[in-house]
């Protein structure tokens, strides 16, 4: 007796759950996606999978490709939506769903239906619920609206136009190298076109400032820039501005308030919006703060600002107080102290109060407490300023701080570096570099990708000619090296987000950081590769007038061998297809009628029987004509709320009756299994 009962218990433990998953014989199986890793995988807490993006809801799913999919929809609100393939890898795949937002107002109840090769019909559900769910407003992650149809252009201002040479010595007043005890020296003053020296990094000045910059407004505009970011122009005592000696003020050898109002106001009166760079981890060795710990010691007010060590100290001993990577110069701001975290959130405020648009923030991984510093900052910007850009400093890939909780976009290099960069090189071949676009588009939302701060060169990298190949400063570049420029920055203008160009790249500048960071030499405005800037212009117009290159949205086609190739816009309006060999590759172009925009290296390429012939280091940029009859992915496929008969002959109870007897077999079987417990503990007689 004990040995059938213990049977029949086993029976129950087993196979109970497995009967309410899968209904033998109907074709019909149901999947529990919950947050993976699995077959299926959707998360509703996480913004990669549930996120609001160009006026939609945007949910998404990622299946292992050992399921077979071949179609499928979700089910909102009892409305069916198609499921539309975006990402892919080797293992997987991803798709998506829009539902307009005016019918998620009141919140959504979902599921996903699923249709593999053989006809088996699919259901995705929850774990712990029957239907995922989406509320009203509880998505922390916004959009800012005016960014996805921007192109962004960085400022190092000592470096882009000298508009006020009286200015020019100021620098005098405040530079490091003065009150620096341990690294005394001398700063250097050049003229525009001067030899680079040691010091070129952060004290050899040639006067650029903000008239300058103002003076060189319609230059900027004529290249389609619709957003300026400033390198820090508050008073500090290098070139860089990143070693802070007063928050509120403007650096002197840059200008005063009124010429900074002034390029603010004609920047927007050309449609140009401004950030300004913010570094809240440490200041300079002037900051008076920090002077008055120097003078005072464990007396001064100030001294719980800082992190200090010993004392007295010199200035510029990084063994006396915590700096930043172990630079004198660069004390760190102790930013546990309430007080010092006010006054840095008070400083953001202020800027943004004169007229900024946002704000770069520089090193924030290295600040003291940064997931809650970050995440009052924000609150604090986004509840006056909800429209203001925050970009966060960091290199790598790390979707955690896209959340709605710190920034608004990293600086891309991720992006533009490990796979722009590296497939216009030649370091990745187009198979990989799809592999990589889709995995980088998979772990952030699609709210984010349109949010991009797509950087790839800057003042901390060499010049992009220069990494392409185009030699140093003052070289001439190959013709291979401006093919694949253009390679590079047509990916770059064609990818969601906002393409930002470093000064002088449109124009063909060369540089190695190595060599004394001369990728932040003085643009020289007497010189101009032609050829480049002409391609920037057109890339800019492109971005500007094609409303597809402002969507949210991109899918990554599967590609072998050096192609790579993408479409944007919610019904693939345009095609994006590379080629980084150094040959000719044909291309079957997916389903449509194709027209072609803009071929990066200029050679001559015409559509044959669906196909082109992509040149050598090309980029291509095509559009599908959209006939009267394409459908609009916001409207539903059908209204049909319960499940379709199968093919085995008996009628399919709908998800509606399933879901409602559900808990009454669950609460049977839990009753079963507990009589059969009490009877065996009975029959089982103590050895």
Known sequence: MEKVLAVVLFILLVLTPVLFIVESGSETLEIYAGKGPGLVVHDPIDPAYLSIADGYLIPRIKILKALDVASGVLIANGVEYPLKLQLETSSWRMYYATVPLDRSVNGLNYYFRLTLSNETLVYVYNTDTSRFYYFNGSMPFKQVEWVRDRVGYQIFPDRFYNGNPSNDLRANLTDELWINEVSKGTPVFTRWDGPVTSLHCCHQYFGGDLKGITEKLDYLKELGIGLIYLNPIFTSGSVHGYDVYDYYTVDPKFGTLDDLMMLLNEAHKRGIRVIFDFVPDHVGLGFWAFQDVYRNGPSSRYWSWFIIYKWPFKLGDSSAYKCWWGIGSLPQLNVLNKEVRQYLINVALYWLSIGFDGLRIDAPLDVIDSENFFRELREAVKSRYPDAYIVGEIWDYRPKWL???????????????????????????????????????????????????NIIGSHDTSRILTDLGGGGLRDTPSNESIKRLKLLSTLQYTQPGMPVVFQGDE???????????????????????????????????????????????????????????????????????????????????????????????????????????????????????????????????????????????????????WRTLFPVFTAVTVLVFITMAVVLIKHVKPR
Do not use: C
């Open 403 to 453: 959340r709605g909780e710190a920034f608004d976009s990293l600086m891309n290099y991720y992006l533009g570096r490990n796979i722009l960069l590296s497939y216009a090189g030649g370091a990745l071949n187009g198979y990989t570099a799809s592999a990589r676009l889709s995995e980088y588009y998979a772990g952030i939302g699609v709210n984010v990708a349109g949010m991009g701060f």
């Open 507 to 657: 124009r063909g500048v060369t540089g190695r950081q190595s060599n004394y960071d001369e990728q932040r030499y003085p643009i020289q405005w007497d010189r101009l590769n032609q050829e480049v800037f002409e391609h920037y212009k057109k890339l800019g117009k492109l971005k500007n007038t094609i409303p597809a290159l402002s969507t949210s949205i991109i899918h990554v086609l599967s590609t072998e061998g050096s192609i790579l190739a993408y479409t944007r816009g919610y019904n693939d309006e345009v095609l994006v297809v590379a080629n980084n060999a150094l040959e000719p590759i044909a291309y079957k172009l997916p389903e449509g009628n194709w027209s072609i925009l803009y071929v990066s290296s200029g050679e001559n390429v015409e559509v044959y029987n669906g196909s082109i012939t992509v040149p050598p280091l090309t980029a291509i940029i095509l559009a599908k004509e959209q006939s009267s009859t394409t459908s609009n992915v916001t409207q539903p496929i059908f209204t049909q709320t319960t499940t379709p008969s199968n093919n085995t002959g008996f009628t399919q109870p709908s998800e509606e009756l």
